[in-house]
Structures are given as structure tokens and as C-alpha cells.
């Protein structure tokens, strides 16, 4: 390799060289770049420019290049040319300011593509070359890396925002939400990353826009559109635990029409933290994304666009079960999919008006076999089909530049079939929303709207949400925002018709409970009824306020320091609680509206430029979270737990509360990212902590205020290194959790994994 | 913080006992210093065979041949336990079990104070929700989390007792194991280890004078 890299300069040198580059380079502001650098990539030609910002590079040979150019306090770019004889081109070229790097960037946190500076919301975004230089494979490994964000397992690897759980989170894909989750939580492992344009995450309630699960945030994922082109990437990666991915993209795109495809087969070997027990922690399984995307402009006017994802995933596992006092093995095989169709007309009359007609269907479903192993008869099976579907129309009215109205509405039906739910459940929403985004001034960006959503099964639900945006100094923002958020209740709490084979207690859904009640009493299973089912009320959603306050600094161009406040009131939260007593002792339990939970805190983000190719970012939490009743309870003397060693009583006191359970008080990261131009790689290194959390009540006081009720804390440390080979060949290596730490709370850490794949373009292609 | 907290105690303690001088002095009753007692591993038919183990503040175990007199306070048998009263015995017994601090227990309101019925002992065992009466144990059940099928003397529980010749006394039961063991111990939620159930230790305090305040 490098003998070709030898030969290649070498080659250079001798050949004709009567060709040259000349250009000017200019800061944002059109004031001369002096003394930028400029570097012509995959050679080791480069000059400094003079003064005036103008540069000569002479020497090359006929043919394609690109340029890097850099400079102190600006973002370096790529700039491509082409070399030809005869002629010398002139190279106009502007660098942006570092610091302002984010003005390209273009979110749709208010459902219509703005510029993140001018919206006045939280908005974080990821772009797919941060995701690729990770090396991550999916989505749960790059959100573990941000500020604020907890992965947490539960049913399935799933996310913690602002100190609310998975159920609170809405994920979207080119926005529309993704569905199919289990005890609340959307498994991120089904998300592949390698086709991610960007991640927006949104945090504060979104439910004005969003309605339920918008709760303490959105994370949209905006897939990559293809170049103009035929484009062809290969994508090869090796792990530990025998793990393996494979990933391709084929995208087509001229004046008219864009294709693409993406396919990935991720098989992983599994691993086992439990010696003592047969069933493993992550079980081997091999799953499979096609995301197809075809978009046709039908003229200026009119556009249609057609996206697709179908996801499918088997794995095994083993499991030893009690029958009669003989353990008996048995095998645990469970297949899922989930699929997606979303035909988007977009109707554009002029430039003040867009029109979006979008229908959305989606499905998820999930088989469990459990058959014994020693004759393959069936031991139990169990299945989980939903489907949903959405239509709705969008209006953006763009009265002018500093004015946007946005009118929506939507019906959606979603259908529910599985083993613990009685019969197929239909449900039905309607919904409509407003918003309306407008800069009084240049200081000043505004964002008012609300949501009003209707259900089949629970109350109405008005989201409103009101956000300000203040540049009070050139380097200071202030922003501001309030919004309802809320959540609907789930399937389980509706519907659950759930009978404990062993324990025998059961628990009823509270669309179905005054229904089951009936059936156990004349069956007789019922010795008392503690609440009547007939005064049981229509449940109703978990509903939240929230205040957002933040603060961006940016005191010179290397430095960005972002600190916000935030405090998310819920109420109504749901809880199990028991509605009669059966005759052999056991409860009955239904879901009732009860608590009233707090999560707030103080986060920060820092961003220093160090050099122009090592950039230093850190994050950090810090968050509060109380159940308020429980809080209340201490205040008053009421909450006790035993000292273990005499077992005598103790009274708990505030500062020994220790909050929600899974909830760390601090937590943050740290990265290190440089880049070297000259030899072409790049090289991260991210440190993620997480101090200790609450695990669960284990003295019976209901909350977790004892050390053994806590996990410990723990740093985990990434490190990820790419290197260009050629223009068309990356080559990567890699470790994550270097430290090789483990957690016996965290089962999703199963110890170091090394890694290395290799990542394949079309030559001349720009990464 | 902590000395605070002691100082506090002192503080009430000292108040607490002006408080009883002062009722001494406008009485005439007899100043008898309050002892706090153990009773450890007090069986509580651990062979299930259905009898009791009567059990005296003052004398300890006694005979089960005086199960029909006044020479008992409170019988045990498994997680039941009776007052020497009403259904239960010839005594003045009466029981409820109160939310607390054993130490923050500081006087007896008669009135409230209930009769052992058929069936239905003054003392209530587990949690009644539904008439939100709080008894002393919970059940583990199949707890997630925890030792599982284990009775465990919810923290925070006083029990109020009349003896049987009507004086008052306050206990904490703090075990329904053998050996008072630590039960947020592997040892106690593995069956195996676990140490012999229908053992009674738990703490008292009895008021000698005939006063209801301790």
C-alpha cells in the first residue's frame, strides 16, 4: 500500500506539470481569508494562501480533485475541481465560520425544514458522518454517546430523555413513528444507522406537533438521499461475540427522479453475563433492513415520494423451566418484523404554499415458540400482530420570510391482536394541529401552536406549546419554551386480560376490567371487591407540563457552551393498583391514573475547538427526579425502612431519597475528535459516565433509599479510528468499552468489543 | 446532621418527660421509669400444628394450661396473633396496630383501640386496602425484586396492646425468623438458607402505672 502510495506522488512528480489551480478564498462575511491552508487531497500538493486570501497551486495533472481548505476558526470544506489543458480555473471559495458551522443546518423540529438557528427550540443533531466515524452499528450506540440521554434495558434497549422513560420518546423515521413496543419501551437495536442523513433530537414536549408519546422529547431520523448519479457503497464490519454486519446502498438520482436501496444483515453470536443460568443475556440473532426510497418530480409543482422499511429478526435461546420438581429444557426461539409504507404527494402551487398529502402504514408483529427441547412438543407460544395507519394533510403557508403558518390533521386506526389481549382491538384518533412561526424582529424567533387529539378509548387531550428565541448579544441566545406534552395509555393498560399461571394474580386492562370483573365473580374466583368496577373512570392519558430554559454562549469562535434548565411535571402517571381480592388470596389488579412525578435539571454542553483538527466536546446532567407523593410522604414521617442490622424501624429521611428508579442523578460524556488531513484519518475517542442510579425497593418501603438499592456508577470509553486507503476504500478499527467495564444492573454491557470493517465507495464519490 | 437529629431526640425526650412530671405532679400515680424489652425467638407454632405459644410482658412464655385466664398478653400462632380479650380470652386485652416511629409512640388513645372478634383479631396481619386498616406483615409473594415468599414486619408498624389487666404497651415486631435475621440479605431470599419462619423477636415497652402515655 505504501509503494502505491509512493508510486502514485512519484508518478506526479514526473509527469507533465503544466497544469495549476488558482483561486480566492473568502471568510462568511466576504472579507479575505488570509493564511487559510489549502491542501489538494489524496497528493501532497498544498500552499498557504497570501494575505488577500488568493492561492496558487501549480503541478498537476489533467483530471478530477478536490481541495481542502481550513483555517483557524472556520470549518474546514471540500471544494472539487477539474483539471484540464489549457485552461487555469478560478476558484471562488467561502469558508464558513466554525462556530456557525450549525447555520447549515436544516431541522425539521417544527415539521417544516428551517435552519436550526432560527428555531427556538432544543434541537441536537447528529449527522451521518459522525455516526460513520463511530463505527456504530445501531441507533442505541450513537444516542448512548449524547448528553442527556440514557440507554436503559427493559423489554428491549431502550432510551431515557430529561428522566422520563422510553414510553415518553417518540422515535420517527423521515417523520412517522415508528411502532411495535414492548412494556413501553421501542427497542433502538431494530434501528440501523448506516443509512442516517442526520438525527434531529428534539428535547421538550412535542406533543403540539407530535400528539401522544411526545412527551419529553422526538428523535427524528432523516435517512440519506442519494447524490445525482448512479452511487454504489459497501459497508463490511467484524466484532466480537462473533458478531457481523453487512451493509449496502444503491441510489440513482437525476433531474426527475431519485431511487435508492439499503439493505443490512446484522448477525450477532450473543453473549451471557449469567454463568449460573442457561438462557443467555443476549441471545444470538440474525436481522435483516431493506429501506427502498423512489421520489418522481412530476414538474415544480408536484412531487411524490414513496418510502418503504421492512425489518425481520429470529433469535434463540435456551431456557431451563420447573415442572412437576424436574427441570426441563426448552428451546426459546421468537421471530419480529416490523414494515412501513409512506406515499407522500407534495403539492408546491407557488412558493408560498406547500401541500402534503401523506399516508402511513406500518406493522409490527412478534412470534415466541417455547418447545421442549427433548421432543420438540410446544411449551407455550405467544404472538403480538399490530397494525397501524395514518393519513394526514399539512399545509405551510409562508405568508413571508419571517411568518410561517402550519395546519394539519390526521385520522389514524390502529388494530391490536395478541395472546394476553381479549379479541382484536380497534382504535380510532382524530387529530388537528396549528402552528404559527414568526421573528417579530432579527433578535426574535417565536413558535405558538397546539394539537387537539380525540380517541376511541380515553379522554381528549389539548397540547399546547409556546417557545422564544432571544439573541440578546451577538454571542448570547437565550431561549425559552412551555409546552404540554402527553402519552397515551398502552395496549397492556387497556387491554391486558393477564392471568399469573403460578402466582395467580391477575390483571385487567381498564377498558375491560368491569367486563372481566363480572366473568371472575361468576366463575366465583372473587372472595371481596375492594373498588367497584363500575365507578372505575375512562383512563385517561398521562399528561405533562414542561419549562425549558436555555442559554448558548458562544464567547469566541472556538468556544460554544450551551446550558439549559428544565423541569417536566407529570400527572395522571398510571399505576397498577389491586380492584378486588380473589378467593385463594391473590389480587386483581387494573390501572388507574394516580401519580404525580417531577423530573428536573440542569444540563450542559461545551464544544472547544483546540486546533482546527481536534475538537473537545463535553456533556453533562444533572437531574432530579421525584415521585411527589412519596416526597410528600417523607416530609410528613410516613415513609420507614429497618436498620437490616437490628431490624429495628428508621424513618427516611429527604436526603436519603434516592428518586425514580433507572434515574442517575449525574451523567455526562466527553469527546476527543481529530482529524488529519495530510494522511487522511480521523480518530475519536468518547468517555460516557453514568453515576449511580436506583435499581429497585428491595427493604419494602416502596423507594429506594438504601445503598444496596443503588447500582454503581461507571465510565465507559469508545475509541474509533478511520484511515483513507484510497479514495474509494475506507479502513476502520475500533473498540467500544476499552475499559472493559461491567455493570451487573446493566445487562446491555457485555464487556470490550473490538472491531474493524472496511467501508467501499464508488471511485470519485465524495464521502 | 446526625448529631441534629440526636440533639432533636434529646430535646423531645427531655420535653416529653416534663410533659409526664408534670401529669405526675397533678396525679398521684406511682413515676415508674419505662424499660424497653426484647423478646427474642418467640415460637409461633413452627410445627403447624395449629396451638399457640401465650406469651406474658411480664413473665415471658407461660403455659399454654393458662390459655383460659388473665396470666397471658398476646398469643401467637403463625401470623395471627390474639390479645388476651373479646373472642381471644378472659382478659381486658384489646390491640390495633398504628403507623410510626416504636419511639415516637407516645400515647395510647383507648377509644380506638379494638376487641379481638371470631376470627377477626384486633391486630390486624396483613394490610386491609380496601378499609385501609395497616397490619403488620407483608407478603413478598413473587416479588421481582427481593426475597420472594417471604413475611416481612413492615417498617414503620406499632402495635398498641392492652395487656390483659388493662395496662398499655407499644411493640415493634422486628422478625418472624429465627435469629432475627437480615432480610435484604442472598442468604435470607435463597430457601435453602433461609432461617426457620414462625419466630417472633420484637421489642416493647409496657406502661406499669396504668397511664396511656409512654
Partial sequence: ?767 | MKTQTNLLNLLLVLALFGFVSCDDSDTTEEIVPLVEETAFDVPADPDMSGGFTYFSFENGIVDSTQANSDAWDLAFSGTTILTNGGASGPGQGAGLVVAGIFENVSEVQENELKIDAEGSPAIQGSDSQGENIPGWYTYTGEAPSGPQRAIIAVPGRVIIVKTAKGNFAKMEILSYYEGNPDTTTDEFANFATRPASRHYTFRYVVQKNGGNVF
Fill in chain 1, 1 to 767: 500500500m505504501l509503494y502505491a502510495l509512493f508510486l502514485s506522488q512519484f508518478s506526479n512528480e514526473l509527469s507533465a506539470q503544466a497544469l495549476k489551480i488558482e483561486g480566492t478564498i473568502t471568510d462568511e462575511r466576504g472579507q479575505p481569508a488570509s493564511y487559510a491552508n489549502v491542501l489538494v487531497i489524496g497528493t501532497d500538493k498544498g500552499v498557504t494562501a497570501d494575505e488577500k486570501g488568493n492561492f496558487l497551486i501549480k503541478g498537476l495533472e489533467a483530471g478530477e480533485y478536490r481541495l481542502r481548505i481550513s483555517r483557524i476558526g472556520a470549518s474546514a470544506i471540500e471544494e472539487r475541481f477539474e483539471l484540464m489543458e489549457g485552461a487555469t480555473p478560478q476558484l471562488q471559495i467561502s469558508l464558513p465560520n466554525a462556530n456557525k458551522k450549525l447555520d447549515e443546518v436544516t431541522v425539521t423540529a417544527t415539521r417544516t425544514p428551517r435552519n436550526v438557528e432560527d428555531v427556538p427550540l432544543r434541537v441536537d443533531v447528529i449527522q451521518g458522518e459522525q455516526v460513520e466515524q463511530m463505527g456504530a452499528l445501531r441507533l442505541n450506540e450513537v444516542l448512548a454517546e449524547q448528553m442527556g440521554l440514557q440507554i436503559t434495558s427493559d423489554h428491549g434497549t431502550g432510551l431515557q430523555m430529561q428522566g422520563l422513560d422510553s414510553d415518553y420518546i417518540l422515535i420517527l423515521i423521515d417523520g412517522e413513528p415508528v411502532i411495535g413496543r414492548t412494556a413501553g419501551t421501542l427497542d433502538l437495536s431494530r434501528i440501523a444507522v448506516d443509512n442516517i442523513a442526520r438525527i434531529e433530537i428534539i428535547r421538550g414536549p412535542s406533543s403540539s406537533l407530535y400528539g401522544s408519546e411526545a412527551m419529553a422529547g422526538v428523535i427524528n431520523i432523516i435517512t440519506k438521499e442519494g447524490t445525482s448519479g448512479f452511487d454504489a457503497s459497501l459497508r463490511g464490519r467484524y466484532r466480537s461475540f462473533n458478531t457481523s454486519d453487512l451493509s449496502t446502498t444503491l441510489s440513482y438520482r437525476n433531474d426527475k427522479l431519485s431511487a435508492s436501496l439499503f439493505v443490512d444483515r446484522l448477525f450477532s453470536g450473543g453473549y451471557d453475563l449469567t454463568e449460573e443460568s442457561v438462557s443467555m443475556t443476549s441471545p444470538p440473532f440474525e436481522a435483516y433492513t431493506f429501506n427502498p426510497k423512489v421520489a418522481y418530480r412530476f414538474s415544480d409543482k408536484v412531487r411524490l415520494s414513496v418510502n418503504g422499511r421492512f425489518y425481520t429478526e429470529s433469535q434463540e435461546n435456551e431456557a431451563d423451566i420447573i415442572l412437576d420438581g424436574e427441570t426441563v429444557r426448552i428451546d426459546d426461539n421468537g421471530q419480529r418484523q416490523d414494515w412501513n409504507l409512506m406515499p407522500t404527494l407534495e403539492l408546491l402551487p407557488n412558493d408560498k404554499h406547500r401541500i402534503q398529502l401523506r399516508s402511513y402504514t406500518t406493522g409490527y408483529e412478534t412470534e415466541t415458540a417455547l418447545t421442549y427441547q427433548n421432543d420438540g412438543a410446544l411449551y407455550d407460544e405467544n404472538f403480538f400482530n399490530q397494525l397501524f395507519n395514518r393519513s394526514e394533510v399539512q399545509y405551510d403557508w409562508y405568508l413571508n420570510d419571517r411568518n410561517i403558518i402550519t395546519l394539519g390533521g390526521g385520522h389514524t386506526i390502529e388494530t391490536v391482536d395478541a395472546t394476553r389481549y381479549a379479541d382484536v382491538n380497534n382504535f380510532r384518533a382524530t387529530y388537528g394541529f396549528a402552528q404559527y412561526q414568526f421573528n417579530p424582529n432579527k433578535r426574535l424567533d417565536m413558535v405558538v401552536g397546539g394539537r387537539f387529539d380525540t380517541h376511541s378509548e380515553y379522554a381528549s387531550r389539548f397540547s399546547p406549546k409556546l417557545a422564544v428565541g432571544y439573541e440578546l448579544k451577538d454571542w448570547i441566545k437565550l431561549q425559552a419554551s412551555l409546552g404540554g406534552g402527553y402519552k397515551a395509555p398502552d395496549f397492556r393498560q387497556l387491554l391486558l386480560n393477564f392471568t399469573n399461571p403460578t402466582a395467580g394474580y391477575a390483571v385487567v386492562g381498564s377498558s375491560i376490567a368491569q367486563e372481566q370483573m363480572a366473568e371472575f365473580t361468576e366463575r366465583g374466583l372473587i372472595a371481596n371487591v375492594l373498588i367497584d368496577p363500575s365507578t372505575i373512570e375512562t383512563i385517561k392519558a398521562e399528561s405533562s407540563i414542561a419549562y425549558n430554559f436555555g442559554v448558548e454562549l458562544t464567547p469566541t469562535d472556538k468556544l460554544t457552551v450551551n446550558v439549559n434548565a428544565f423541569r417536566n411535571e407529570i400527572d395522571n402517571l398510571i399505576n397498577a393498583a389491586p380492584i378486588a381480592r380473589k378467593t385463594n388470596g391473590q389480587n386483581v389488579f387494573s390501572y388507574f391514573n394516580e401519580d404525580e412525578v417531577i423530573t428536573q435539571g440542569v444540563d450542559l454542553q461545551l464544544r472547544y475547538s483546540i486546533l482546527d483538527n481536534l475538537t473537545f466536546l463535553l456533556g453533562y446532567q444533572y437531574l432530579d427526579s421525584r415521585n411527589v407523593g412519596d416526597v410528600e410522604k417523607i416530609k410528613n414521617g410516613e415513609i420507614f425502612r429497618r436498620d437490616p442490622s437490628t431490624n429495628r424501624t428508621l424513618a427516611v429521611s429527604l436526603s436519603e431519597y434516592g428518586g425514580l428508579v433507572n434515574r442517575s442523578r449525574h451523567s455526562g460524556n466527553a469527546k476527543l475528535l481529530y482529524t488529519n488531513i495530510r494522511h487522511r484519518f480521523d480518530v475519536s475517542l468518547r468517555g460516557i459516565y453514568r453515576g449511580r442510579w436506583g435499581v429497585g425497593d428491595l427493604n419494602g418501603n416502596g423507594v429506594v433509599d438504601t445503598e444496596q438499592e443503588f447500582a454503581q456508577g461507571y465510565v465507559q470509553l469508545n475509541l474509533a479510528i478511520n484511515k483513507d486507503i484510497s479514495d474509494w476504500l475506507t479502513l476502520e478499527l475500533g473498540a467500544n468499552n476499552l475499559l472493559d467495564t461491567t455493570n451487573e444492573f446493566e445487562p446491555s454491557m457485555p464487556g470490550r468489543i473490538l472491531f474493524g470493517g472496511l467501508n467501499m465507495r464508488l471511485p470519485g464519490r465524495n464521502r
